[in-house]
């Protein structure tokens, strides 16, 4: 029987280990794995190159991954925000070393990594600094960038449903990266508000296939990260 | 006396005046978000947000905001009746794949070529940050941007060239500012209207690239807002 569930948030981050990739889904605080984020500050793990839209915002989830010092280099597209001082002063006391990619870019580079493809050529960013150094091409009259695959070694993920093969759906906005890094991760842990039975979701509304999924933890009430700043939480 | 000009909710309200019937719109962080409030309600548009949102509507109601409901600012917004969500990699095949009518993008920098900057100054020890900027600017079929005339100090924010980081080439098929609609052409900056109180020559003097009028140069106008 495939059962990717797992009963336990820590156990499903038990194995990340110092140094590992790990992409985490979300933009702003819409789909932030916030309690597997937590889990892997419990954890310990440390050295970890983390791709994620944002840096964090307050004291909690990623904010809080890199003001434990977990965190040695960010790629993202936007780290700054109205809560972002803790990647801010990170930043600026060189403890976290930063790649920005214009955020097309980086959703498509993953994409490319979970198909299978070596790269593609994209005319974002040609003639700016953000090519500096890459391969540009002429394709039918017009400028490319050439951008490679972007692979991690886990992604944490957070669903709205999930049944016990992996299948998933998200909520509203909270899509965003999600389908994209569970593709691109060797392996993918999913934190979801309600596990149900297999079948218990319509075949017609899944939005990540199980395939893409190694692990399920139910979290049926998660943290708003939005109230939680606005309250001054810090985690631990 | 007071300067000419229009605030940048007229600015905003001129803009919209042009975004047509049935069009799909992407409308960048800061000041062109306002664009949307000027929209006639009877003329149907299809707003874009890149984090995943076609047919996104205006801000709830205090109380009503929904976490995993926000626009690309990461302000809570609604879905309107017939909207739909996606994850980035379809919102950016949308946005490179030419399939957005039109984005409003702010600017720091337009240069009479259409070059755009407007996603860093590059001051030494800021964190940089590009977001959707460099997608919108190559993707969307028509790209209008939308910046005061002039900074606080008085220097032109349309130039000859760039000084600021490229966010991208030749990107910007008119500008709309405070004092002026300025069409980006092969053949130069076209002037289709300026505000009531300044010419062509007064124009010149805050712009730091060569103008000429367009066919038919117009007053730039909007009600009171």
């Known amino acids: 029987m495939i059962d990717k569930r797992v009963a336990d948030i820590a156990e499903a981050v038990a194995d990340i280990p110092d140094g590992a990739t790990v992409a985490v889904g979300g933009f702003g605080e819409a789909g932030s794995p916030t309690e597997l984020i937590h889990a892997l500050i419990d954890r310990g793990a440390r050295g970890l190159t983390v791709i994620a839209n944002n840096a964090g915002n307050g004291h909690v989830g990623l904010a809080a991954l890199l003001e434990q010092g977990r965190v040695a280099r960010m790629i993202c597209t936007y780290p700054r925000s109205s809560h972002s001082e803790v990647f801010e002063a990170v930043y600026r006391a060189g403890e976290v070393a930063l790649e920005v990619v214009p955020q097309g870019t980086l959703a498509e580079r993953l994409r490319a990594a979970g198909a299978g493809l070596g790269g593609f050529y994209t005319p974002t960013s040609v003639g700016t600094p953000l090519a500096d150094g890459k391969e540009t091409r002429a394709i039918g009259g017009r400028d490319y960038v050439l951008e490679y695959p972007l692979h991690a070694d886990f992604a944490l993920i957070k669903a709205e449903r999930a049944d016990r093969w992996g299948n998933l759906t998200y909520r509203l906005a909270a899509r965003n990266f999600g389908p994209l890094m569970c593709m691109a991760a060797a392996a993918t842990i999913v934190q979801a508000r309600e596990i149900v039975e297999l079948g218990g979701i319509d075949p017609e509304t899944v939005v990540t296939p199980g395939i893409f999924v190694d692990r399920v933890v139910g979290v049926p009430d998660p943290i708003s990260e939005r109230a939680a700043i606005l309250r001054g939480d810090r985690y631990p | ?225």
């Open chain 2, 1 to 225: 006396m007071k300067q000419p000009g229009l605030t940048r909710n007229q600015v905003a309200w001129r803009i919209a005046r042009d975004i047509p019937e049935g069009a799909f719109v992407n409308l960048g962080i800061g000041q062109p978000v306002l664009v949307a409030n000027f929209v006639p309600a009877e003329r149907e548009v299809v707003f874009h947000s890149e984090n995943g949102i076609l047919g996104m509507g205006p801000e709830p109601p205090e109380h009503a905001e929904d976490e995993d409901l926000i626009n690309a600012g990461k302000q809570p917004v609604t879905l309107l009746p017939g909207a739909s969500l996606c994850h980035q990699a379809d919102s950016f095949a949308m946005i490179r794949g030419g399939h957005l009518d039109l984005c409003v993008l702010g600017a720091f920098q337009v240069a009479a070529n259409g070059d755009l900057a407007n996603w860093s100054t590059g001051a030494a020890g800021a964190v940089p940050g590009v977001g959707g900027a460099m997608d919108l600017a190559v993707g969307a079929k028509a790209v209008y941007a939308m910046t005061d005339h002039c900074t606080r100090r008085g220097e032109p924010k349309i130039v000859e060239r760039v000084t600021y980081p490229l966010t991208g080439r030749g990107a910007v098929d008119r500008i709309y500012t405070d004092l002026a609609v300025i069409d980006v052409t092969p053949a130069g900056l076209a002037v289709r209207e300026i505000v009531a109180g300044l010419d062509l020559a007064d124009l010149q003097e805050r712009t730091g690239a060569p103008i000429a009028p367009a066919d038919r140069l117009g007053v730039l106008e909007a009600p009171a807002l």
